[in-house]
């Protein structure tokens, strides 16, 4: 059976069908759907014009107009030499078409669109088995994925752990944070090497890039006070150091290692 070929698009027009089409994609592929920025939301967030922030949909269509999988990431330009990068809100493909290379096609040009608007690289979060509950190991095997094999395919796209202790804002119990997810970031400096190829030396991020673009990032959702304070907090945790060791994918920080799954 010939497998189906696709195209990558980015979605521009708040009314194309794609935006649905991509909400169902997620909605079946992520655990914890309702945690998950809802497709009506898109919309909006594709034609916003704010020089701090450009939010960009692609997806990945049939030539009959299918929707394979996708993405939503967001541009954030920090100034001076720090530059900024993307924040990869979500990316997912179907059952159907995984293994046909749709996820890495989606994350190079993402990357791609990192280099054209002179950003540092792409960070992205994940679940780490490691911490998941029964329960919601339970209902992420029921989508068809393994964390462990998801976490090793992020490794393989060229994302790696940011050594620190993360933790979305909200989202979790009562409304506090949401302690089970790791920072990951792929670097497009130094010369847009691999990381598996750079120098020892160069294998880390520096803090100022991980707090400005979480900051800017969390802005939109917790306006400029809470984002920075968020900001800062992560940074103390973080020891304030000038650079954050990279790890491997599949690792969890150095904080949560040895955790058992609550």
């Known amino acids: 059976m010939t497998r189906p070929t696709f195209q990558l698009r980015h979605v521009t027009d708040p009314g194309d069908p794609a935006i649905a089409a991509f909400g169902r994609v997620q909605e079946a592929s992520y655990y914890a759907p309702d945690m998950l920025i809802p497709p009506e939301v898109f919309g909006d967030l594709i034609t916003r014009r704010d020089p701090a922030r450009e939010d960009r949909l692609l997806v990945a269509q049939t030539p009959d107009g299918e929707v394979l999988g996708g993405t939503l990431y ?3 330009p920090l ?5 900024g990068a993307v924040f990869n809100s ?5 059952r159907a078409a995984r293994g046909m290379g749709v996820g890495r096609a989606l994350h190079r040009a993402t990357l791609d669109g990192a280099r054209q608007a002179g950003l540092r690289g792409v960070f992205a979060d994940s679940v780490h088995p490691s911490r998941q509950d029964a ?4 209902a992420e095997a029921a989508t068809g994925v393994d964390p462990a094999a998801r976490r090793a395919a992020l490794h393989a796209l060229g994302l790696r752990t940011v050594d620190l202790p993360y933790w979305q804002p909200v989202g979790g119990p009562d409304g506090g944070p949401l302690t089970d997810l790791d920072l990951l970031y792929h670097p497009l400096d130094p010369d847009e090497m691999n990381p598996d190829e750079m120098n020892p ?3 880390s991020v520096p803090l100022a890039l991980v707090t400005g673009v979480l900051r800017a990032y969390w802005t939109g959702w917790l306006g400029g006070e809470r984002a920075q304070a968020e900001a800062q907090a992560l940074a103390g945790r973080a020891g304030n150091a000038e650079r954050v060791e ?3 994918g599949t690792d969890t920080p150095a904080y949560w290692a040895g955790s058992a799954p609550r």
């Open 135 to 138: 329960a919601d190991r339970a």
């Open 246 to 248: 990279l790890l491997a």
């Open 201 to 203: 030396d160069d294998r």
């Open 74 to 76: 967001a541009l954030l």
């Open 79 to 83: 100034p001076g030499d720090v530059r």
């Open 90 to 94: 979500f990316m997912a493909v179907t």
